[in-house]
């Protein structure tokens, strides 16, 4: 360690961050994984399986893509915009059938 005292406020940003991480990238993997199942041109059982696979690259690239936003806002903001189309995706595919 350098000897340098990080503050409050750097650690914040950090948990802030990793909680944009682990929660928003859940979220969206989650989202991700039911649009995919819903908006692939599969029957429904077959569509769930390459959802899922597919969900499973998104959750890293949001983890990464939290800690690479210039600040702790954008990151939470991306998270939610993301999370909001993915959402407004699978409404507008209509129920399962």
Known sequence: ?????????????IAG?????????YAIAALFA?????L???PRVEAVLPGTM???FVLPGVV???F?????????TGVVIVA??????????GPPA
């Open 68 to 76: 690479l936003a210039r600040s702790m806002v954008r990151a939470w």
């Open 64 to 66: 990464i893509w939290t």
């Open 34 to 38: 039911a649009a995919a199942a819903r």
């Open 1 to 13: 360690m350098s000897g340098k005292r990080r503050g409050w406020r750097y650690r914040g940003n």
């Open 84 to 93: 909001g189309l993915l959402t407004a995706a699978i409404w507008f595919a």
């Open 17 to 25: 961050r990793a909680a944009a991480a682990a929660l928003g990238g």
């Open 54 to 56: 597919l969900a499973f």
């Open 40 to 42: 692939l041109p599969l």
